[in-house]
């Protein structure tokens, strides 16, 4: 079955982030020209989906903003014959059908995927975080889509990470299919304790209905919140969950060294500002040795 729809988590408090994140939200952050949740919804429309739903909360409503239409921006841009400016807005504002759902209560990441549930219906989808971008291979979604649609079940995107990286995102177990592809039996979110795995949960999931069942008897978990991770152990109990190492790399811009990183790598890719960027670069670092 086609995966048309997906959800953008992106009510999250954003309490790294404080205190920018009090009125603007994280996912808002410039990463260059762009906000951060921009690349998130190019790299859904880059994987073949149709329709978005953003799940939003309070102080969230740049977000929307964002997306939407501005008249008197376009009317400007096109009497003072700024046409490539007003191009660029244009785009984002036709950029897929977005549309938003407010997550009540910051009750964790699990809670608000249930919060999208009856946009969704009875279809698979994606979910991608709306604090982690990708660098520019190949879609992350576009890869889970494929493998998707061969093994027919739930898979979620993985990389390796540094051990003393662990404690920072969920964490899965499995058993290897294949170079890239693991069928999980075990996922444990945040491990406080020492764990024989450092594959780690990277923000970009292809799902179906059944979770949301799942997640609506899921007891409050790490953080008293509703935990995705603690849903997929139990549908990993049930039924086929893999694994994907994904190829490329996803930033977490929602703390402050990797949105440092994001922002340092976006500057040496971009055209214009590459050359005047690393000759500063490579002086301020002389400077400091
Ligand atoms: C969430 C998930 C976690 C995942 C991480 C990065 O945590 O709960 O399993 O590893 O995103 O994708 P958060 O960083 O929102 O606390």
């Known amino acids: 079955m086609k995966v048309r729809k997906a959800i953008i988590p992106a009510a999250g408090l954003g309490t790294r982030f404080l205190p920018f994140s009090k009125a603007v939200p994280k996912e808002m952050l410039p990463v260059l020209d762009k906000p951060a949740i921009q690349y998130i919804v190019e790299e859904a429309v880059a994987s073949g989906i149709e329709d978005i739903i953003i799940v939003t909360g309070k102080n969230k ?11 008197e921006l376009e009317l400007y841009l096109q009497s003072t014959g700024k046409l490539d400016k007003l191009k660029l807005i244009k785009d ?13 209560e910051a009750l964790g990441l699990g809670d608000a995927i249930l919060t999208a549930r009856s946009f969704i219906g009875n279809e698979p989808f994606a979910v ?19 493998v998707y649609q061969k093994q027919k079940a739930p898979v979620i995107a993985v990389e390796q990470v ?32 020492e764990i024989s795995s450092n594959m780690a ?17 899921t007891k409050p978990g790490l953080g008293k919140e509703i935990q995705l991770t603690d849903a997929l152990q139990t549908l990993a109990r049930e039924q086929s969950l893999y694994a994907y190492l994904h190829e490329g790399k996803l930033y977490d811009v929602g703390n402050k060294l990797g949105y440092l990183k994001v922002s340092i790598e976006w500057c040496l890719k971009d055209k214009e500002i590459r050359g005047p960027f690393y000759t500063y670069l490579k002086e301020l670092l002389a400077e400091k040795e």
């Open 61 to 71: 409503r740049s977000i929307e903003d964002h997306f939407d239409k501005n008249a």
């Open 92 to 104: 984002v504002t036709n950029i897929a059908n977005i549309y938003y759902v407010r997550q009540k």
């Open 128 to 146: 991608l975080l709306g604090d982690m971008i990708m660098d520019d291979s190949q879609p992350s979604t576009k890869q889970l889509i494929n």
């Open 162 to 193: 540094d051990r003393s990286e662990i404690g920072n995102y969920g964490i899965v177990l499995g058993q290897q299919m294949d170079d890239r592809l693991y069928r999980v039996h075990t996922l444990v979110e945040k491990p406080q304790t």
């Open 201 to 217: 949960i990277m923000g970009r999931y292809i799902l179906e209905p059944r979770i949301f069942e799942i997640l609506s008897n």
